[in-house]
């Protein structure tokens, strides 16, 4: 047991030490959460939009001002001639152009039909579509009160709420993403980086030849880091909380309990990396490539997995952070407790057990 | 016996590098045994097999009666390492590293104080300094302290003066001889052959092969060859001349002579020194010496690549 504290305390000088990799380790998180939160963020707000309509009537007017005056849009340019419209998009000046067409409003009292076009800069196909399905709503809307107490024959009317996120917030996503992304980045990374060491600079060498069993070694090395990514999620929590105003729904105690089980099977995943390989460069590529790319791609914080072809949903299922991604978004944004994650627990406790138990056996007690 | 090393064999790369070549040597207990030999001469390979680090292709080796394969974490206990390259926490202060190695094999460093105190005397100055930012001499010794500070039953200095300057090699091995009355067996192994003369017995060794065990003056004295002092001017006139000369064996610059060794042991200095001054060396001044250990394992050397 002394000898455990002694290699504890070793591991937290060694962290202590290097002030380069600990800022690492705090600004990362805190970055990524400012990046993310303001500055990246695919939330449609005052996009800038032109109107093209040859005769402005009274109805025009109507509408543009409905539109207008809603947060999504902003009006930058009126255009009275077609041609207009290709420079108004190669010049970037907006994403969107909305059409109404010759004597809007007399045809609508008229004819009882008058026709708008929407044409969207499809360049980003997920903005386009956000604001084409934005302007119809409002537009919808518009016919609905033209409408009246007019009562038609028939009408279906659909209705859309928003279960757990009814602002379309952005945070409700991405702080669950950052969460699991930081964590398995760190937490693999660092641990793997840190035995690896050891091996470069010789020290292993000596740990070898003394009755240290390597399992100390092992589980020594990950304390220090365990401490800092939970401290990690910490900062990351409070940030959502107070900096995004998200709420937290589910049972804080739950989430915090899972994201130290998470925290171990990312630590028990460097170790393994690190007990296969003999340098630094190599763990950090391992950890980089081998991890952080499909983390990226198959947790389904940047692309849902439901759309993917069925093999690579299976393959998602063997990547960690994909489960403790669910369990985020599960506790934290739509409030669920264990009974609805305790599958998902199951998977990363298994997991974890696995790669620790692998990581020990292939610990070397020699040099090759 | 305190270290038993029978027929080892060590091979890299799947066989294709041989490292240590039938290497078979015993040490007595409380003996300092010197493994002598240039880069590249398998010191460190052997080092690491007798420290159980590496596993040999063949041949058997104890330590302390333990066996390196079967016995191996008994040999770890009973072991102080002190590796070629420096192997410490650069990271972390001399006092920090001495203590952490004291814990590491379950003692601390107030009850074994004793074993390292003429030691540590000298680096307690800096205690406080990060292990990186010693200088050579110092590194050494704190290394030393680390791989004392459990009493170790057998000390393991691979090259350990390697990169230090002349004054602390020798407080280094000063300090090696106040181990001497504490009865640990010390097995060494350097480039430089002066060092020979501070160990009890030495072994030859060069690429993977021991040339010959013996104590120094053994060794020395059973050099069957004469070795000539030769002082000129035109030192590399003459070793051209005498690489041709029937009657020279090997000939080898040491500072501004050479040391010629001469096919037949009768040779007189004055029947070579007239061949030289036939040839038109008028300056050549010839004389009979002590062989030395570099004139021998030069020698050695020579016969072993085949010359």
New interface residues.
Partial sequence: MKTFLAFVLKEFQHVWRDKRSLFILIAMPVMLMFIFGFALSNEVKNSNIAILCPKLDEEVLSVIEKIDQSKYFTINKMMHNPNEIENYFKQNKGKMVIVFENDFADKLEHDKLANVQLIGDATDPNTATTMIGYAQGIIGDYQKSLLGETNLPYAIQVETRMLYNPQLLSAYNFVPGVMALILTLLGTMMTSVSIVKEKEFGSMELLLVSPVKPIMVIFSKALPYALLCFIDVLIILLMARYVLDMPIRGNIFLLLAMSVLFIFTTLSLGLLISNSVDQQQVAMFISLVGLMMPSLIFSGFMFPIENMPKPMQIISNIVPTKWYFEILKSVMVKGLGFSYIWKHTLILVGMTAFFTLVAVRKFKIRLS | MSLIVKNIVKTYEKGKVLAVDNVSFEVKQGERFGIIGPDGAGKTSLF?IL?????ADSGEASVCGNDVVAD??KI??I?G?M?G????????SVE?NL???A????TTVAENKHLIQDIYVQIEPFKDR?AGKLSGGMKQKLALC?ALIHEPKILFLDEPTTGVDPVSRKEFWDMLDRLKNRNITILVSTPYMDEASRCDRIALMQTGKILAIDTLDNVIGSYKNKVFGVETKHMHQLSQFFKIHDAVHSCYPFGDTLHVTPKDALLKATELEASCKLAGFHDVVIYDLKPNIEDIFMNLMGQNNGI
């Fill in positions: 690491r420290t159980t680090l590496l596993l191996f974490d770890r206990r072991s390492y590796p390259k420096f192997s410490l926490y650069q990271d972390l920090e203590n952490f190695f814990t590491v094999f379950g990060p680390c």
